[in-house]
T-cell receptor, first 117, second 113 residues
Framework: GAVVSQHPSRVICKSGTSVKIECRSLDFQATTMFWYRQFPKKSLMLMATSNEGSKATYEQGVEKDKFLINHASLTLSTLTVTSAHPEDSSFYIC?????????????FGSGTRLTVV | GENVEQHPSTLSVQEGDSAVIKCTYSDSASNYFPWYKQELGKRPQLIIDIRSNVGEKKDQRIAVTLNKTAKHFSLHITETQPEDSAVYFCAATISGGYQKVTFGTGTKLQVIP
């Protein structure tokens, strides 16, 4: 139980374009979703926390207008990287918690490798 | 906010030996401490967790200890195997509500056959 699906797993886009990443909880209702960014050989850096139906809370230093987060339902959150640049290339991963948080902790999606060329 | 420190950053052990990874946290309100294993290019997988109302938890070859007074917790892997090689992250959070998780910096464990 407590499966989180994330798509796409890999994406290559041109500089200046936007990319949308989806995170879905498949068998539970995700009241809260977290979006992380991970650089090679580094830890997970929290970008923002999103609660269903409300605006996301961004961590200090994360541009709200660049990383648009939408959590419109209890099973879906999206991260849109707008006007992507090469420095946005990274591994993005979501995590969800919900009614099974006490049993399964924070369940991670499979991650998205974004490469901006 | 919470700050989690993790040591060592890299750890090499011979197959069959034990591995210990240590973490400290700063927020005394934190009461849930999960440990994750992440293989290259893959998602972190929860391997064990501990809550502040217990001092130790064991699951086969993996154990975690927690010292609330000192605000530190450790991961112990016994009889290490090559498939244990990965990056391990500790984390701390307040269970329930919308509390975010703070991760340690990670430990790259290499088990040498």
């Amino acid at each position: 139980g407590a499966v989180v699906s994330q798509h796409p797993s890999r994406v290559i886009c041109k500089s200046g374009t936007s990319v949308k990443i989806e995170c879905r909880s498949l068998d539970f209702q995700a009241t809260t979703m977290f979006w992380y960014r991970q650089f090679p050989k580094k830890s997970l850096m929290l970008m923002a926390t999103s609660n269903e139906g409300s605006k996301a809370t961004y961590e200090q230093g994360v541009e709200k207008d660049k990383f648009l987060i939408n959590h419109a339902s209890l099973t879906l959150s999206t991260l849109t990287v707008t006007s992507a640049h090469p420095e946005d290339s990274s591994f993005y991963i979501c995590s969800a918690r919900g009614d099974r948080a006490l049993l399964y902790g924070y369940t991670f999606g499979s991650g998205t490798r974004l490469t901006v060329v | 906010g919470e700050n989690v420190e993790q040591h060592p950053s890299t750890l090499s052990v011979q197959e069959g030996d034990s591995a210990v990874i240590k973490c400290t946290y700063s927020d005394s309100a934190s009461n849930y401490f999960p440990w994750y294993k992440q293989e290259l290019g893959k998602r972190p997988q929860l391997i064990i967790d501990i809550r502040s109302n217990v001092g130790e938890k064991k699951d086969q070859r993996i154990a975690v200890t927690l010292n609330k007074t000192a605000k530190h917790f450790s991961l112990h892997i016994t009889e290490t195997q090559p498939e244990d090689s990965a990056v391990y992250f500790c984390a701390a959070t307040i269970s329930g509500g919308y509390q975010k998780v703070t991760f340690g910096t990670g430990t790259k464990l290499q088990v040498i056959p």
